[in-house]
């Protein structure tokens, strides 16, 4: 992703030389030329406003991390641990069809409790924020 820069071992340039456009100059238009080439190579998904690098990082990072996850279940490591921790609440979270079947049980005082707010104290003391 990063481009090296000549000459200066170790150092790292965030202009991806590939992604430049020589056709446009850069004294006319800087963004063209220094994006030309990507924005005529890159698609915007049909889901998407936009897409950058930083959306291609964040998927990146959410495909790792959705590594890390199933190694951490396939691991079968004991529950108290750390990898078994997370396993477990990812195997929860994953389990679609026990969370259908739980419905809103989990938050159900939650509900009855905002369900019982009728003014601002109530809901300050609720929610513990103090008051201005």
Known sequence: MWAQCDG????????????????IRPQDDLFGYTNGTWLAQTEIPADRGRYGTFDRLREQAEHHLRDILDEAVAANAPADTSRGRVARLYGAFM??????AAGLSGVADLLAQVDGVTDAATLVALTRVAPL
Request: hydrophobic share 40%; proline share 5%; glycine share 10%.
């Open 95 to 100: 389990d679609e069809s026990a969370v259908q």
């Open 8 to 23: 200066m071992s170790g150092m790292t340039s965030g202009i991806i030389l590939a992604n430049l456009d020589p056709s």
